[in-house]
């Protein structure tokens, strides 16, 4: 079936160094795909997103491309803040006979300074 | 702009209780999503709405799960009996519309305790 899987955590990180989350998916359909980010009590909210096959969403230093031919959506960034540490989470979205909304499990950054 | 608003943010009752959430959606937001987000996993779609009508429910335990959208503004979500089991955090959403390029907006959640 149709699935998101995101490379477990906790990354920790020194601040300024380089950041990917692996995210790879699998779907019957052309799904769109999007990056949330969780900061510390607080809601999900929208990192950036890419809606069809060679797309970059890209945002606060953040980027990510939809690489059909991998079925990959790899989140990175060249220099991460110790504002930086949340929770990511890789997610697909698609109609295909149903809507279909499914979110990977998230991985914990954390960043020291 | 005011975002998702969801009460209470905390729950704590006793197995077999009933339990209601509340959400008001972003003013404008046609689409309105239910999730359950177990710890350390991502959100799961319980139900959608489009207005008042619920497009896709198909993830809803209807057996002690119910939620409404009356008037297609703010909606309630309702768990009768609660089992041990429903322990989560139930995220709201919304978004304009219903497509799949849709960004949603979260609340920050309703954590649920049973016991």
């Known amino acids: 079936g149709d699935s998101v899987t995101q490379m477990e955590g906790p990354v920790t990180l020194s601040e300024e160094a380089f950041l990917t989350i692996n995210c790879t998916y699998t779907?019957?359909?052309?799904?769109?795909l999007f990056w949330y980010v969780q900061y510390p009590g607080e809601g999900l909210q929208l990192l950036l997103k890419?809606?069809?096959?060679?797309d970059k969403g890209s945002n606060k230093g953040f980027e990510a491309t939809y690489r059909k031919e991998t079925t990959s959506f790899h989140l990175e960034k060249g220099s991460v803040q110790v504002s930086d540490s949340a929770v990511y989470f890789c997610?697909?979205?698609?109609?295909?006979?149903?809507?279909?909304?499914?979110f990977g499990t998230g991985t914990r950054l954390k960043v020291l300074a | 702009e005011a975002g998702v608003v969801q009460s209470p943010r905390y729950k704590i009752i006793e197995k077999k209780q009933p339990v209601a959430f509340w959400c008001n959606p972003i003013?404008?937001?046609?689409?309105l999503y239910w999730y359950l987000q177990n710890l350390g996993q991502g959100p799961e779609l319980l139900i959608r709405?489009?207005?008042?009508?619920?497009?896709?429910d198909s993830q809803l335990p209807k057996d002690r799960f119910s939620a409404e959208r009356l008037k297609g503004v703010d909606s309630t979500l309702k768990i009768q009996p609660a089992e041990l089991g429903d322990s989560a955090v139930y995220l709201c959403?919304?978004?304009?519309?219903?497509?799949?390029?849709?960004?949603?907006?979260f609340g920050p959640g309703t954590r649920l305790t049973v016991l």
């Open positions: 959403a919304s978004s304009p519309g219903g497509g799949s390029t849709d960004t949603q907006y």
């Open positions: 997610a697909l979205s698609m109609i295909s006979g149903t809507y279909k909304y499914i």
């Open positions: 709405y489009e207005n008042e009508e619920a497009v896709d």
């Open positions: 779907a019957t359909g052309y799904p769109s």
């Open positions: 003013s404008g937001h046609n689409t």
């Open positions: 890419a809606t069809k096959a060679d």
